[in-house]
């Protein structure tokens, strides 16, 4: 029996999501004829018009399941069905982890009588929050004698032991099997903890989140792939629910995803999958791209073979792959690989950041045509790339640009606001905390700009300087030293009187001044008679009062104050929780206390949503590191590779977890050599090259500096591209002018 689903094989920008689509369309708009005998024994009723049996038989129902692998796919993916389709069809659009969780908190009744869970309704946990609860769970077993052996600090041992229960659960095993795999995948090693330990320890964790009613990653895979996907009554529903499935990208999808498409095509389904050769960009974070290869034996494969249009690909990966391979080949590269070399990181950043500033006030390449590339992006690098684009008005944007919340001026000064109203968190504040809060919360109102142009000249450096203050900071300084009154339980501030040169501050300063201790003192009466329902609530009124108050605020600030209240409120909501399980004696503000130690910690929160702007994409140079460039399934006419001669290229960007290769299903707790990394990092390093020539159309600059930031020499794998490229920028030799386009 010929198979209605399709596998779709291809390279990066071959055509694979296109193909998906066009699929797609084609059953739901079949002229294929199905004879009337064959519909009326299937439904006793006279069959009309030219649709596909699968859409026919179950028409009323919501038929499609789409997939892709992250989330920005998700929403490009679903917008192009939809519109392909007219909308006629009804399609959800997921992430296979976002649909796990959906499918979870349906069916969680199901669940509370197979597994004899208390009957309470289910939270997601954010990881910042699932690692704060761990360590305070492990914290009596992990002594230093635990924390010697493993040879990190608790932080990161407590996210690598959570990490093994997450890559446990992608690759479809139980937590109680963790222990065994481990076991057989270490062998003899004793560098690190007694796998019996580590999954004793997950298996306390996992039952005390689910005693709770809460749930993260790892556990709601496990409980989807464990418990619902093996349920009858669960397996009907699904079936009568989805028709058809679409998933692109394959190669990123965790193991147990392949269960669910088999369950679907066992019961009837068609599906559609793209699948990527020379992707699998979450190799090492749970995806597993040779077992879901497994389902084209289930489907007629569809191989396409045409490079991408407009790509160097055909032009340069042989020879690149030639050279990384056999660095001893004598070869040259094309005139279409550039290369920029320095001494010195910085004079690297300086002058790569120059000739693309050169580039594009010469218009031979617009900003949105320009990609800067990095294994890695340190702080350093990032502003000083940034600051000198931006002082030639030039914009940048940072994609999925993870830095901690408390990096942001605007969230340290609601810290310390919440820290002198609040009685008990005297501590928490200094005096440059308090000059800090008061230069940001007296922010001058600006018009907003009509101009497009200037809205795209926005960036987030750009934006912070563009703010103006009513009390700078040798103001906030003076009234901090003067005013401030230190003290554990009820710092104060004092009226700016106190100060005897007061007349100094100004009569802009001291307005605003009075303004800021006039509502901080209202906040602190309304807090003693109860008055202000929860932290939150002040955050949003401090939010209301000094930075909104009726102006448009940039989108980084915007995202960073959004990510703050979605962070508070879900805080909140797990103390709620584990107070109503196990009330505690604590005094009344130790929340506040954690909240703002936990962001102190720099923890990395959760992305809001939406996690970008709404309207057309901007107008700037795409700054990234290697894993979320290929993530992000973007393509550009420039490439300038950065820190080519580093070794974090054979990484692929992007840190393995702990413990991933002896998940995978291929070769489930087999022991990782170091011939297994060495070929895993080769493997690697050419779907790279690969991958990002196939989305570069015109240039590729590799910038290489002799020197790393640390002072150390680059010798990465990269280094003989650098070697055989015959246009070279350097700092000793003229600068290269290419003539205009």
Same mark, same amino acid.
């Given at each position: 029996?010929?198979?209605?689903?399709?596998?779709?094989?291809?390279?990066?920008?071959?055509?694979?999501?296109?193909?998906?689509?066009?699929? %797609?369309?084609?059953?739901?708009?079949?002229?294929?004829?199905?004879?009337?005998?064959?519909?009326?024994?299937?439904?006793?009723?006279?069959?009309?018009?030219?649709?596909?049996?699968?859409?026919?038989?179950?028409?009323?129902?919501?038929?499609?399941?789409?997939?892709?692998?992250?989330?920005?796919?998700?929403?490009?993916?679903?917008?192009?069905?939809?519109?392909?389709?007219?909308?006629?069809?009804?399609?959800?659009?997921?992430?296979?982890?976002? %649909?796990?969780?959906?499918?979870?908190?349906?069916?969680?009744?199901?669940?509370?009588?197979?597994?004899?869970?208390?009957?309470?309704?289910?939270?997601?946990?954010?990881?910042?929050?699932?690692?704060?609860?761990?360590?305070?769970?492990?914290?009596?077993?992990?002594?230093?004698?635990?924390?010697?052996?493993?040879?990190?600090?608790?932080?990161?041992?407590?996210?690598?032991?959570?990490?093994?229960?997450?890559?446990?659960?992608?690759?479809?095993?139980?937590?109680?099997?963790?222990?065994?795999?481990?076991?057989?995948?270490?062998?003899?090693?004793?560098?690190?903890?007694?796998?019996?330990?580590?999954?004793?320890?997950?298996?306390?964790?996992?039952?005390?989140?689910?005693?709770?009613?809460?749930?993260?990653?790892?556990?709601?895979?496990?409980?989807?792939?464990?418990?619902?996907?093996?349920?009858?009554?669960?397996?009907?529903?699904?079936?009568?629910?989805?028709?058809?499935?679409?998933?692109?990208?394959?190669?990123?999808?965790?193991?147990?995803?392949?269960?669910?498409?088999?369950?679907?095509?066992?019961?009837?389904?068609?599906?559609?999958?793209?699948?990527?050769?020379?992707?699998?960009?979450?190799?090492?974070?749970?995806?597993?791209?040779?077992?879901?290869?497994?389902?084209?034996?289930?489907?007629?494969?569809?191989?396409?073979?045409?490079?991408?249009?407009?790509?160097?690909?055909?032009?340069?990966?042989?020879?690149?792959?030639?050279?990384?391979?056999?660095?001893?080949?004598?070869?040259?590269?094309?005139?279409?690989?550039?290369?920029?070399?320095?001494?010195?990181?910085?004079?690297?950043?300086?002058?790569?950041?120059?000739?693309?500033?050169?580039?594009?006030?010469?218009?031979?390449?617009?900003?949105?045509?320009?990609?800067?590339?990095?294994?890695?992006?340190?702080?350093?690098?990032?502003?000083?790339?940034?600051?000198?684009?931006?002082?030639?008005?030039?914009?940048?944007?940072?994609?999925?640009?993870?830095?901690?919340?408390?990096?942001?001026?605007?969230?340290?000064?609601?810290?310390?606001?919440?820290?002198?109203?609040?009685?008990?968190?005297?501590?928490?504040?200094?005096?440059?905390?308090?000059?800090?809060?008061?230069?940001?919360?007296?922010?001058?109102?600006?018009?907003?700009?009509?101009?497009?142009?200037?809205?795209?000249?926005?960036?987030?450096?750009?934006?912070?300087?563009?703010?103006?203050?009513?009390?700078?900071?040798?103001?906030?300084?003076?009234?901090?030293?003067?005013?401030?009154?230190?003290?554990?339980?009820?710092?104060?501030?004092?009226?700016?009187?106190? %100060?005897?040169?007061?007349?100094?501050?100004?009569?802009?300063?001291?307005?605003?001044?009075?303004?800021?201790?006039?509502?901080?003192?209202?906040?602190?009466?309304?807090?003693?008679?109860?008055?202000?329902?929860?932290?939150?609530?002040?955050?949003?009124?401090?939010?209301?009062?000094?930075?909104?108050?009726?102006?448009?605020?940039?989108?980084?600030?915007?995202?960073?104050?959004?990510?703050?209240?979605?962070?508070?409120?879900?805080?909140?909501?797990?103390?709620?929780?584990?107070?109503?399980?196990?009330?505690?004696?604590?005094?009344?503000?130790?929340?506040?206390?954690?909240?703002?130690?936990?962001?102190?910690?720099?923890?990395?929160?959760?992305?809001?949503?939406?996690?970008?702007?709404?309207?057309?994409?901007?107008?700037?140079?795409?700054?990234?590191?290697? %894993?979320?460039?290929?993530?992000?399934?973007?393509?550009?006419?420039?490439?300038?590779?950065?820190?080519?001669?580093?070794?974090?290229?054979?990484?692929?960007?992007?840190?393995?977890?702990?413990?991933?290769?002896?998940?995978?299903?291929?070769?489930?707790?087999?022991?990782?050599?170091?011939?297994?990394?060495?070929?895993?990092?080769?493997?690697?390093?050419?779907?790279?090259?690969?991958?990002?020539?196939?989305?570069?159309?015109?240039?590729?600059?590799?910038?290489?500096?002799?020197?790393?930031?640390?002072?150390?020499?680059?010798?990465?794998?990269?280094?003989?591209?650098?070697?055989?490229?015959?246009?070279?920028?350097?700092?000793?030799?003229?600068?290269?002018?290419?003539?205009?386009?």
């Amino acid at each position: 029996m010929v198979s209605h689903s399709v596998w779709i094989v291809g390279t990066s920008r071959s055509g694979k999501t296109a193909r998906l689509v066009e699929q %797609f369309c084609n059953w739901v708009t079949s002229e294929k004829q199905y004879t009337e005998s064959f519909y009326t024994k299937k439904t006793g009723r006279k069959k009309t018009g030219h649709v596909p049996e699968f859409l026919y038989l179950k028409q009323t129902e919501p038929g499609v399941l789409v997939l892709a692998a992250n989330d920005d796919n998700r929403r490009e993916l679903g917008d192009i069905i939809v519109t392909s389709t007219l909308g006629k069809y009804p399609v959800r659009a997921k992430t296979p982890l976002g %649909f796990f969780q959906d499918e979870v908190i349906l069916f969680w009744p199901l669940l509370i009588n197979s597994l004899n869970l208390k009957a309470q309704f289910p939270v997601r946990l954010r990881p910042e929050t699932e690692q704060e609860l761990a360590t305070k769970l492990w914290r009596p077993q992990l002594d230093e004698e635990i924390l010697r052996i493993a040879g990190v600090n608790e932080s990161r041992l407590v996210r690598r032991i959570l990490d093994l229960l997450q890559l446990a659960a992608y690759s479809g095993m139980p937590c109680e099997d963790i222990a065994q795999i481990l076991a057989k995948g270490l062998g003899e090693n004793t560098t690190t903890l007694e796998p019996e330990f580590l999954a004793s320890l997950l298996l306390d964790w996992r039952n005390w989140c689910l005693e709770r009613g809460l749930l993260t990653y790892g556990i709601i895979t496990e409980l989807y792939s464990q418990h619902l996907l093996s349920d009858r009554n669960y397996q009907q529903h699904l079936t009568k629910r989805y028709q058809a499935v679409l998933a692109d990208d394959v190669d990123d999808y965790p193991s147990v995803a392949r269960l669910l498409f088999e369950l679907l095509l066992d019961r009837g389904a068609v599906g559609a999958f793209s699948y990527n050769p020379d992707g699998a960009v979450r190799l090492g974070l749970g995806a597993d791209p040779n077992y879901l290869e497994g389902l084209a034996e289930r489907c007629r494969v569809e191989i396409l073979n045409g490079p991408p249009p407009e790509s160097l690909s055909e032009q340069l990966t042989k020879q690149m792959v030639e050279l990384v391979t056999e660095p001893m080949v004598m070869l040259s590269l094309p005139k279409t690989v550039y290369s920029i070399q320095t001494t010195s990181r910085a004079q690297l950043l300086r002058q790569t950041a120059e000739e693309i500033a050169n580039a594009i006030q010469s218009q031979q390449v617009q900003p949105e045509e320009v990609a800067i590339i990095a294994p890695g992006l340190d702080a350093i690098a990032r502003y000083t790339l940034v600051e000198i684009l931006v002082k030639q008005n030039i914009p940048v944007e940072s994609l999925n640009d993870q830095r901690p919340l408390i990096s942001s001026p605007v969230i340290r000064a609601l810290l310390t606001m919440l820290a002198l109203v609040y009685p008990g968190l005297g501590r928490l504040v200094d005096r440059d905390a308090v000059a800090e809060m008061l230069v940001v919360l007296s922010r001058k109102q600006q018009p907003p700009e009509n101009s497009t142009d200037a809205m795209n000249r926005v960036s987030t450096t750009d934006a912070m300087n563009r703010v103006s203050t009513n009390i700078d900071p040798v103001r906030a300084g003076l009234i901090a030293d003067y005013c401030f009154v230190p003290h554990p339980d009820r710092p104060n501030l004092l009226p700016v009187s106190t %100060f005897e040169r007061w007349d100094r501050i100004g009569y802009a300063a001291t307005t605003a001044y009075n303004g800021i201790l006039e509502w901080l003192e209202q906040q602190r009466s309304q807090q003693e008679l109860r008055l202000i329902p929860s932290p939150i609530s002040l955050l949003d009124r401090a939010i209301q009062r000094f930075l909104w108050n009726g102006s448009n605020l940039p989108y980084e600030q915007l995202a960073a104050l959004r990510e703050l209240l979605e962070t508070a409120q879900h805080y909140w909501e797990i103390d709620t929780r584990l107070r109503q399980i196990a009330p505690v004696e604590t005094t009344p503000h130790t929340t506040i206390i954690e909240f703002i130690q936990l962001l102190r910690r720099g923890t990395i929160t959760a992305n809001p949503y939406p996690v970008r702007p709404i309207g057309g994409a901007r107008k700037a140079v795409t700054l990234a590191t290697i %894993f979320q460039y290929r993530s992000s399934r973007r393509s550009h006419r420039w490439h300038f590779w950065l820190d080519a001669g580093s070794p974090l290229w054979a990484k692929g960007g992007a840190a393995t977890l702990f413990g991933a290769p002896f998940f995978l299903r291929d070769r489930l707790g087999e022991p990782w050599t170091a011939e297994d990394e060495k070929l895993a990092e080769e493997q690697r390093l050419q779907r790279i090259l690969t991958d990002l020539l196939s989305r570069v159309s015109e240039r590729v600059y590799l910038c290489h500096s002799d020197l790393a930031v640390n002072g150390q020499e680059q010798l990465g794998p990269l280094l003989p591209l650098v070697n055989a490229c015959v246009t070279v920028i350097s700092e000793s030799t003229e600068k290269f002018r290419s003539p205009t386009s």
